[in-house]
């Protein structure tokens, strides 16, 4: 804000002042000011720049800047922007890229925003900086996305963001200040600062029509003619009796100041207003082809409504800009547009030319579109449908504004405005009625249309559109994909009528073929198996060819089903293929998806400290990114490790999360993955009628489409012999063996043989459970394992002896520890205790890694092998003075001082 004192406008704001110097004392952190024009923002802004002793980069929000990407981040970072060298190369060509200033990158939005993020903790070695982002409601959608990415993911350092909004700024998670109103008595004190001449009746009056608003408080005053200045209060033009906004009385003020500059200088201000940019010999030959020249702002900044420096024109506030635009008429706008459009780069002459075009026209159209190809190089999705959109109204033949809709809302979607997204689809919907759009456009389309259904929890509605589409396209690579989608979509729905019907309509649309199309049919044949109720175990399973190029939404799927067969090795090493293909490809958006199925694998595979570690990256970037579906997915799956750990709270929260998402949206993954942890968690408390409770209820209801609950068989199976009802246990043996034999795998065989000894006769038992753990030596999952451990130590004990039960009992209880499976260890102590053993000191684990939290671990992990902060913090999104954090604080929870010693460490399957 010019022209104005930031100590007049603060006056009355001790409180919010505080807020803002706490912020500045901490040195890091986040803070949005949210309030109506005028309330002050911009004037607590100024008092942060002012007070923090800190590098300070600035940026104001721009309207006519809302459709071009990454502008305002290009503004904030212009002039540090040589410090980009130092970020990872792959970081470093993201930014570099997405603000056009080297070759489009690879990667996703959210990689710029962790280049950002970066970029920033690299300028705070050398001392702090502050991030003041003003009038942030007008930020373009790319440069709002990587700074919130950024600034949710500031952690120690000294860096600090202050972003000042207006209420249509989307609401977030973040820290937030709002200035109120100011009280009558600071009002008047503010208003005797600005206008001390006028007499108390006036002032009273002001005080009441400005209605604690700081702008107008200063404003007002200049509106007042002489008279009135002199106390003829009746008529006033701002007077109670109007129904006016006390911001729209202040537009109007400063409309009437610009109606009365000269033609030029209202010309200045037009083009200045129309296409603000640091470049002043821009607008130099943008006034020039209207007959004026820069001299011509003169009288505007005598009017206290811009200011000109060196680099650019200032407006005294934003309400300014908008007067500007009121002031003048439809001739001098489109005037200034034409001016501009000869002076301004591709891009927004681009947009100039469009905004002077009333009627289609092909040339203009085409500018757009290469305009939207730019943009999507650069990552800038916003850009892209705003382009696209502007085209499809200037497209002279049906069949091309069709398809320009159609990749409007696509990009919509990517960028997550969803609300767009729908009327772009409307518009393409209402056109396609009257023409004929290509295959590929109306498989786009049914697309697009399935991402809004799945986004408003409409997984059904999704999979019809989806049919829709694979029945329309003319290549095969879309047509398998849609079909893939379908078949998971169908199957993660909750329970309903419609799923089978669905499903086998899916696998008839597959297409025929070896190589990808029979693997696509495949995966349908096996979810629609599921949902029927039939075994999948005995399918073949058939492999793409390394060779084919498998899109990622179905090498995700392929993975996925990996857990049908007990494919325990192939889940993990597919995921953690995917995984570190969307780390290497910058690929953010994807990472929920990925780190979902593999923290799966390592749970199944009994890595129990490093799946914990994959779910609370995944959740916090689920958060970060937008994404309820798998944030709640990924809750349940955390509900479940918590429970195997014992923390009760923990799984209550957590699965209370995950079915309420559930439940909201239609789905069933997370919930199921809920109801699993809370048969494990009473499981391991040994409430075993709750278990078979619980089991009985959940596998009846609408998450027993889930390929799970075959994983908690052998649950039931041990509950119902704990309980005394073995004919209840061996009504679900037999279709746990069913299972377990056809995958052929040893892990499931072994269990098999575990709960086959429950049930076994005295001379049969102790044979059961050797060959157990001769299969579980062949393929090690060790949660399993100690489970075997456990119950043929008790077997042991109470049938053979104390000195033949302690080694099988002792084993299990150190593995679950390492798993930091409380319960389990606690009851394996027990049995321990029980057989003459004794124990040392239990009250500090024995493993040294269980002591750290998620985070620290997936930091620690990577120091082992060797990794610099920097490459960790590439790997990980995070900066590497957060790793750099993160070590320090593990370093003494791990008994070592230095990298070096860290080489000491086991980490075994973690």
Same mark, same amino acid.
């Given at each position: ?56 980069l600035r940026v104001t929000g721009v309207e006519s800047e809302a459709d ?8 904030? #970072? ?26 489009? +990158?690879?990667? /996703? ?57 207006? &209420? ?8 937030? #200040? ?37 702008? =107008? ?30 911001? /729209? ?9 610009? +109606? ?58 934003? #309400? ?16 200034? *547009? ?23 026209? &092909? &040339? ?72 004929? +759009? ?23 509605? +999704? ?41 086998? $309509?899916?696998? %008839? ?92 694998? @390592?749970?199944?595979?009994?890595? *129990?400290? =490093? ?5 609370? %990256? ?5 958060? /970060?990114?937008? @994404? ?81 609950? $075959? ?58 459970? %050797? ?40 084993? =299990? ?17 027990? %049995? ?8 040392? /000191? ?14 620290? #671990? ?27 954090s993160h070590l320090y604080k593990a370093f003494p929870k791990l008994g ?15």
């Amino acid at each position: 804000m010019i022209g104005l004192g930031r100590s007049a406008v603060l006056v009355g704001r001790q409180a919010e002042l505080s807020v803002i110097d706490e912020l500045l004392e901490r040195r890091s952190g986040v803070l949005i000011v949210r309030g109506e024009a005028g309330i002050g923002k911009s004037a607590l802004l100024g008092h942060a720049a002012a007070k923090a002793q800190a590098r300070v980069l600035r940026v104001t929000g721009v309207e006519s800047e809302a459709d071009l990407p990454f502008a305002a981040l290009h503004r904030l #970072l212009r002039p540090v922007l040589h410090h980009v060298k130092s970020l990872p190369a792959q970081q470093a060509d993201a930014l570099r890229g997405a603000l056009g200033l080297g070759r489009p +990158a690879r990667g /996703d939005r959210y990689l710029v925003g962790l280049a950002t993020l970066s970029l920033l903790v690299e300028l705070s070695v050398e001392g702090p900086v502050l991030c003041l982002i003003d009038d942030a409601h007008w930020l373009d959608g790319e440069s709002a996305d990587a700074l919130l990415f950024a600034a949710r993911r500031l952690y120690t350092e000294p860096v600090m963001v202050l972003l000042a909004a207006r &209420e249509a700024f989307p609401m977030t998670d973040l820290p937030e #200040l709002r200035p109120g109103k100011l009280e009558p008595g600071a009002a008047r004190k503010l208003l005797a600062e600005q206008a001390a001449d006028l007499p108390p009746a006036v002032r009273d009056q002001l005080v009441a029509e400005a209605q604690g608003n700081p702008l =107008a408080l200063v404003e007002l005053p200049r509106m007042l003619t002489p008279e009135q200045r002199a106390g003829a209060l009746v008529p006033l033009f701002f007077s109670l009796g109007t129904a006016m906004q006390v911001t /729209d009385r202040v537009l109007c003020g400063f409309r009437d100041r610009i +109606a009365a500059l000269p033609e030029t200088s209202r010309s200045c201000l037009l083009v200045a207003a129309l296409d603000h940019r640091d470049e002043l010999d821009v607008l130099a030959r943008a006034v020039g082809v209207l007959g004026a020249s820069l001299d011509d702002l003169a009288p505007a900044e005598h009017a206290g409504l811009v200011r000109v420096t060196a680099a650019s024109v200032v407006f005294h506030h934003p #309400l300014v800009r908008r007067a500007v635009l009121l002031a003048c008429d439809i001739a001098a706008r489109m005037a200034a *547009h034409r001016a501009l459009a000869e002076a301004v780069d591709d891009d927004r002459r681009a947009w100039h030319l469009a905004a002077v075009t009333l009627h289609p026209d &092909e &040339e203009v159209a085409g500018h757009l579109v290469d305009l939207a190809v730019r943009a999507r190089l650069r990552g800038g999705q916003t850009a892209v449908s705003a382009a696209y959109a502007r085209a499809a109204e200037l497209s002279v033949e049906p069949a091309k504004a069709v398809r320009r809709w159609t990749a409007a809302a696509e990009a919509a979607v990517e960028a997550g405005l969803w609300r767009r997204a729908g009327d772009l689809v409307d518009k393409a919907l209402r056109l396609a009625e009257t023409t004929t +759009a290509e295959g590929a456009v109306q498989a786009e389309l049914a697309a697009v249309r399935a991402k809004l259904a799945i986004e408003a929890d409409r997984p059904l509605e +999704a999979v019809r559109l989806l049919h829709e589409g694979a029945e329309a396209a003319d290549d095969m690579p879309t047509r398998l994909s849609l079909l893939g989608l379908a078949g998971y979509y169908t199957w993660a729905s909750a329970t309903h009528p419609d799923q089978v019907p669905l499903a086998r $309509r899916t696998e %008839e649309l597959a297409p025929d073929g070896e190589g990808l199309p029979a693997v696509v049919r495949a995966i349908n044949k096996a979810f629609r198996l599921i949902l029927e109720g039939g075994s999948v175990a005995t399918q073949a399973h058939l492999a793409p060819d390394p060779a084919e190029h498998v899109p990622s939404e179905l090498r995700f799927i392929i993975a996925f089903q990996a857990l049908h067969r007990a494919d325990r090795v192939g889940m993990l090493t597919d995921a953690a293929e995917l995984v570190a293909d969307c780390r290497a490809q910058g690929r953010l958006g994807r990472m929920p998806q990925v780190l979902t199925l593999l923290a799966i694998a @390592q749970l199944l595979d009994g890595r *129990h400290p =490093a799946a914990r570690a994959t779910v609370a %990256e995944g959740m916090a970037l689920a958060a /970060d990114l937008g @994404q309820p579906f798998w944030r709640g997915y990924l809750a349940g799956v955390h509900a479940w490790l918590s429970a195997v750990a014992g923390a009760e709270e923990e799984v209550s929260a957590l699965a209370d999360q995950a079915i309420r998402a559930a439940d909201h949206r239609n789905w069933m993954p997370g919930a199921c993955w809920a109801e699993c942890a809370r048969v494990i968690l009473d499981f391991g408390l040994g409430r075993y009628d709750a278990v078979l409770a619980r089991l009985d209820r959940t596998m009846a209801g609408p998450t027993r489409h889930a390929f799970i609950w $075959r994983y908690f068989w052998p649950d039931y199976i041990e509950a119902a012999v704990r309980v005394g009802d073995p004919q209840r246990a061996r009504d679900r043996l037999k279709a746990y063996a069913e299972w377990a034999e056809a995958t052929g795998r040893a892990t499931p065989i072994a269990v098999l043989h575990r709960v086959r000894a429950l049930l076994a006769p005295k001379n049969a038992a102790a044979g059961l459970y %050797e060959r157990a753990l001769t299969l579980h030596a062949e393929e090690q999952q060790p949660f399993d394992e100690a489970r075997t451990r456990l119950v043929y130590g008790e077997w042991l004990r109470r049938h053979r002896g104390r000195a033949e039960a302690r080694p099988q009992l002792l084993a =299990a209880m150190e593995a679950f520890d390492r798993l930091g499976a409380a319960p389990w260890s606690a009851r394996a102590a027990a %049995e321990l205790r029980a057989a003459g053993y004794s124990l040392p /000191d239990r009250s500090r684990t024995a493993d040294p890694l269980a002591v750290l939290t998620p985070q620290e #671990l997936q930091v620690v992990r990577l120091a082992i092998t060797g990794a610099s902060n920097r490459e960790i913090g590439a790997q990980l999104f995070l900066s590497p003075r957060t790793v750099a954090s993160h070590l320090y604080k593990a370093f003494p929870k791990l008994g070592v001082t230095s990298r070096a010693e860290l080489a000491r460490l086991t980490l075994g399957d973690r």
